[in-house]
């Protein structure tokens, strides 16, 4: 999906925080191998690929790991503890103004870190256009992608050296970056789980100022398109019958574009029901930590609730869960579309097959939080 919640960058594109350095001379005794993990976005696929970091790093103790991002994702990756230096790009700025001045010396800022820290492989799990030409500026020897048709597009292979492929049958998306752990000479490990401990620790303390108390639930309405919102009167309504049920207020929680249909939720769920303030996403990160129950519909900030081990609902009307579904220890989906495909694919595209019931997400709800 597309940005929900954006936050200002402290560094410029390009330049490592402070605590995310490059391999010096004093290092390079120790680095045995440099890697480049180009995920630029986007929110919910970031995530997802907090797994491959890890497994690098456990798979070859003395790597060196950077990580290539989305400027308004950078809080998504920078502290990850399996990552050792944080790029970030502006991607979207750059395909509008293609031959600006500020582009240009922007790409050759990026390309100028890439030439200093002299990577070994990269890893390009995104499989996209904008992620190939990163891929291709990184100058690695080895430029690793996934094979079609893992990989959405076909054009990026031009980028890559060599590729791999994914998880056979109807695998999901995470355990298919997994198997570019080959790349570092290992076999890929069995799933596990995106675990978001480290970023609530860092953001926890900016909860934003608020008119709810806990306990309380969180309704995500927003999604990265139309075809994928649960409808405003079915959000109220799990929003009124939640509150009842569990004694809580339920806050909605909203991101550009969305303020018109948070309110519309909010207005139409009752007295308990409070409309969220903006949120940035290290904001949005701590509020959905800090949540008793999350439902929201095919959006990065449901898998990022359901990696911080909070009771997560997610509700599929046009993806196909099974490959995209949240990953954690308690979460549930709600799916009223079909399967994307019989066998390896790129998408998690699917079609709609059913409508999904108010009654439906409240029950799965009610479910999970009983299970404890």
């Known amino acids: 999906m597309s940005p929900n919640h954006s936050v200002e960058s402290t560094t410029g594109i390009g330049e490592e925080n402070s605590e995310f350095r490059i391999p010096n ?11 480049v993990l180009v995920r630029l976005s986007a929110f919910g696929d970031i995530v997802h690929t907090w797994p491959l970091a890890c497994a690098l790093r456990e798979a070859q ?44 010396a922007e790409i050759s800022t990026l390309k100028t870190r890439f030439h200093e820290l002299q990577p070994d492989i990269t890893l390009d799990p995104q499989g996209v256009l904008k992620s190939a030409f990163v891929t291709r500026w990184t100058g690695a020897t080895r430029r690793i992608g996934l094979a079609r048709p ?12 060599e590729t791999v492929d994914g998880a056979t049958g109807g695998s999901h998306v995470v355990d298919t970056n997994l198997e570019m752990v080959r790349a570092v000479g290992q076999p890929p490990p069995r ?18 100022t608020n008119e709810w108390s806990a ?22 309504e ?15 929680v909203w991101g550009p574009g ?11 769920g009752g007295k308990h029901v409070r409309l969220a303030p903006p949120t940035d996403l290290e904001e949005l990160a701590a509020v959905l930590g800090g949540a008793s129950l999350v439902v929201g519909g095919d959006t990065g900030p449901v898998h990022l609730a359901a ?37 390896p694919s790129g998408s998690a595209r699917a079609l709609p097959l059913r409508p999904v019931a108010s009654r439906e997400i409240i029950s799965a709800a009610l479910d999970l939080i009983d299970k404890g």
């Open 215 to 236: 306990p309380y639930a969180v309704i995500l309405p927003g999604t990265g398109g139309a075809h994928k919102n649960v409808a405003v009167q079915a959000l109220a």
């Open 307 to 343: 990696s911080f081990g909070v009771p997560t609902v997610g509700v599929f009307l046009a993806s196909d869960w099974r490959r995209n579904g949240p990953l954690g220890p308690r979460t549930t989906v709600v799916s009223g579309a079909g399967e994307s495909s019989e066998g």
């Open 191 to 208: 799933r596990r789980l995106p675990d978001g401990a480290w970023l609530l620790d860092r953001v926890g303390h900016r909860f934003p």
């Open 238 to 252: 799990v929003s009124r019958e939640i509150a009842a049920a569990l004694d809580l207020d339920v806050v909605v």
């Open 61 to 104: 103790p003395r790597l060196h790991l950077s990580w290539v991002v989305e400027e308004p994702f950078r809080p998504l990756v920078e502290g990850h503890p399996a990552v050792d230096w944080v790029v970030t790009t502006r991607t979207r700025l750059w395909r509008r103004r293609p031959w600006s001045a500020r582009t240009r």
């Open 150 to 161: 893992w990989r959405r597009e076909r054009l990026p292979g031009v980028a890559y050296t």
């Open 258 to 268: 969305e303020e018109p249909r948070a309110a519309a939720v909010a207005e139409a």
């Open 25 to 35: 001379s004093e290092l390079d005794e120790r680095v045995e191998v440099r890697v």
